[in-house]
């Protein structure tokens, strides 16, 4: 009886955490239609930008989603500096920016 309670205590807790995952993932398909403002510059091999000064761009397919997530929050709350990006992530909504990290990470 004891280990009958234990299996479906664990059972019910792995298919929380399982939803959970599930409700907090983004959708790549969704990312790919938002990537318009993107696109441009991280899509580019090699680009390089001349505002607010000259550097390489930095190609984001690929990297893990939690980073991009981080990332484009950081952008967002002001923790991370960059005028353009901090422009455009102001624009995200937390959808957006786990759609976006959900397609670059698979990219």
Known sequence: MKQKLMVSILLATSMLFAFSSIAQAGDAAAGKEKNSMCVGCH??????????????????GGQHAEYLIKALEGYRDGTRSHPSMTALAKTLSD????????????N
């Open 43 to 60: 899509g580019i091999e090699g680009y390089r930008t001349a505002f607010p000064e000259a550097y390489h761009v930095p190609r984001i």
């Open 95 to 106: 959808q957006d920016i786990k759609d976006l990290a959900a397609f670059y990470a698979n």
